[in-house]
């Protein structure tokens, strides 16, 4: 897992500990499901949302599970705790004539760093790749003669992507004389952050965009959303994805799904 994802459990896991702090201290083999629901209670009553809470209550089914393969425990007190359920919502994506509007038409070429965040932005529309696989990006993940990108994605699974022609040629432009390792870097060398990152991707978006949440994320949402809408197989976008299941990448039928219900309200017969 990657060190975000274990600073996330771990951080859950405190919290789980001085909650049960609170409740006297028992030991795990006193541990029972009354005691997850009344902490799962005491979030949602502290107006953490039911994804978050579903969140943390994962992070716990894991260790139990492997407390229980170790056998430390002889019992799961998460058999009997039903999550709270979450609404559903459906991904938002970046119309593409924004995404195009923004490379054809902001001056790119005036601002300092303006060619690196045109290609940074370039690189997440068109592969959909994580955030923290673009930070992570070296020039040794490029190959030019197959014109793909190696990425090392969750579960340090690589997976590899078609390079567009325009990022292709944008990559090489930029590349050309460079010596730090990663591809994308601040003044000094050193590698990106996320939070820059995200101020980079936020700040373009918005000058050229309506859409209620701009991030990262949301261009590898515009990503697989726009592949779809133009006839890419489903399959094919798990794979660019990087997703262990096609259940997670179903969610962009949806989306796609509720775009084919807008225009069929169009039909001239009411």
Request: overall charge positive.
């Amino acid at each position: 897992m990657s060190f975000h994802t274990a600073a996330a459990y771990k951080a859950d896991l405190d919290q789980f500990e001085a909650y049960l702090l609170s409740l006297g201290n028992p030991n795990l083999s006193q541990l029972k499901a009354s005691h997850v629901r009344l902490w799962m209670s005491d979030m949602m009553q502290n107006g953490l949302s039911a994804r978050s809470v579903n969140r943390k209550l994962s992070t716990l089914r894991s260790y139990f599970k492997f407390l229980r393969s170790q056998d430390i425990m002889e019992h799961n007190p998460m058999t009997k705790v039903v999550p709270p359920k979450t609404a559903k919502h459906l991904v938002k994506d970046i119309p593409s004539v924004d995404l195009e509007a923004m490379f054809a038409r902001f001056p790119w070429e005036e601002q300092e760093t303006g060619a690196r965040d045109k290609l940074l932005l370039l690189v997440l529309y068109t592969t959909g790749m994580r955030l923290s696989e673009l930070i992570s990006l070296k020039r040794s993940d490029i190959d030019f003669g197959r014109n793909l990108l190696r990425v090392l994605g969750k579960r340090n699974k690589v997976r590899e992507i078609p390079l567009h022609p325009e990022l292709s040629e944008g990559l090489a432009a930029f590349l050309e004389g460079v010596t730090h390792e990663h591809v994308f870097v601040r003044n000094g060398g050193a590698p990106l952050y996320p939070v820059l990152v995200y101020r980079i991707v936020t700040h373009y978006l918005r000058l050229f965009s309506s859409a209620s949440k701009t991030s990262p994320h949301v261009l590898r949402h515009s990503f697989a959303t726009h592949m779809l809408n133009n006839g890419a197989q489903l399959m094919a976008i798990k794979d660019l994805l990087g997703h262990a299941s096609l259940s997670a990448t179903q969610v962009y039928t949806k989306n796609s799904f509720e775009k084919l219900k807008r225009i069929h309200q169009l039909h001239p017969r009411k």
